[in-house]
């Protein structure tokens, strides 16, 4: 590999930062007084680190497995069926969280004295890096890297100076995305309220006589291919509810036509990867996109349509209540991984006011729904920009006062 620009190294991963495998818990540890504990599920590849199920662990710790805020964790074992997360880095915050340490899932990487650590986020964010760790990895069902392959990572290094512009301009379109999601979900919070409001004292009817509930498909990882039909998956679901992007992965399968989705459709996630089942319950709608021709469920999805389609924003509003997410969290099964029954969707009673009163509340979730898809779609023109300049500034092809004033236009 060249240098992008004479005055960039070209250096190996160990050469400019120390990494450290994260500690093998034990289960009587857990819960316990200690440190919170940081695996798989608390690192999202779009928002990073998300300690909101986090645990305790109150069993032994060695000093390499804590970290700070100069460390950055990234994902080196993956129990995902397509690998998503495998690669995948997360910043610890500077606001003060308590003290945490990484689980055996994780490695912590601390940069010495020429890389910045937030330049090393967006390093392990970067497409090459992901190529990188897809290769090196082995394992069939569970996929890992050891410390010292991933030491063998080679990259272009720029100076300190420059690392820090980088930083500045991609950091100035995430802050402008997180803030998009932190208005999405106050808007979300508005929609379970609106609903209770004016269906209050309703009767209730099972999920089944009001609606048609379609599974995703089962597929392979060898179909995670390029194609212009993607696969919509657990990762499209926002554990503190809505929706996200990154979840759409090109699939190249069969498929049947109750699990093809349109822009409106509801869908369910039934499997849980996080500690505390944040996610199994979650609802959201399938946005309008332009990147893909179609879209189908995974098998960790199910589709509710209405038998009635003037009932459509009705029915999402039922769906995103607590209720809802309870019941379908008491009939989950499993221990890293949630399963919900297939008793669970036909056994819940729906809350199914007058015609008059669900018109009154669909027209106003529509309204609230709306509103929210506005902010996705601005966020996600957002992330495409980022996207495409992250491998270009770190490559050394674009410089950043190239693009500064058209990142600036863009937030």
Not at 184 to 194: D, H, K, R
Request: aromatic share 6%; charged share 20%.
């Amino acid at each position: 590999m060249g240098l992008a620009v004479p005055e960039w190294k070209t250096v190996l991963l160990s050469e400019v930062a120390d990494l450290n495998r994260g500690v093998s818990y034990s289960g009587p540890g857990l819960n316990k007084p200690g440190p919170l504990l940081v695996g798989m599920g608390q690192v999202d590849p779009a928002d990073g680190l998300n300690l909101a199920d986090a645990r305790t662990y109150g069993g032994k710790i060695q000093p390499q497995h804590y970290l700070t805020d100069q460390d950055v964790a990234v994902v080196m074992t993956d129990l995902t069926q397509e690998g998503a997360l495998l690669g995948s880095p997360a910043m610890v915050p500077k606001t003060p969280v308590g003290e945490l340490v990484i689980s055996h899932h994780l490695h912590r990487v601390r940069c010495r004295s020429a890389f910045n650590p937030r330049f090393a986020n967006y390093l392990f964010r970067g497409p090459r890096w992901k190529s990188f760790v897809d290769g090196m990895a082995t394992g069939t069902t569970v996929r890992a890297v050891s410390q010292e392959d991933a030491g063998r990572f080679k990259f272009s290094l720029p100076p300190l100076t420059t690392q820090s512009a980088i930083v500045e301009v991609l950091a100035t379109l995430d802050e402008k995305i997180a803030h998009n999601r932190k208005q999405v979900l106050t808007v979300s919070s508005m929609i379970p309220l609106a609903f209770s409001v004016l269906v209050k004292g309703s009767d209730l009817k099972l999920l089944p006589s009001i609606a048609t509930v379609s599974k995703g498909v089962s597929y392979r990882s060898s179909e995670l291919q390029l194609s212009d039909i993607a696969m919509m998956t657990l990762k499209s679901f926002d554990r503190g509810g809505g929706y996200k992007p990154d979840g759409l992965k090109p699939f190249i399968g069969r498929y049947k036509d109750d699990q093809v989705l349109s822009p409106g459709d509801i869908v369910v996630a039934q499997t849980d990867l996080t500690q505390d089942a944040e996610v199994v319950g979650r609802v959201v709608v399938v946005p309008r996109q332009s990147q893909f021709t179609k879209l189908v469920a995974s098998l960790d999805l199910i589709v509710i349509r209405p038998i009635d389609p003037l009932d459509h924003w009705f029915l999402y509003g039922a769906l995103v209540q607590d209720d809802f997410r309870q019941h379908c969290r008491s009939w989950t099964s499993g221990t890293t991984v949630l399963h919900l029954s297939s008793d669970a969707i036909p056994r819940y009673e729906v809350p199914w006011a007058d015609a008059t009163i669900r018109g009154k509340v669909a027209a106003e979730i529509e309204s609230l729904v709306h509103l929210m898809q506005s902010r996705e779609v601005e966020s996600a023109h957002l992330r495409a920009i980022r996207d495409a300049l992250l491998p270009e500034l770190l490559s050394g092809r674009l410089r950043v006062r190239e693009v500064e004033r058209f990142v600036e236009a863009a937030t």
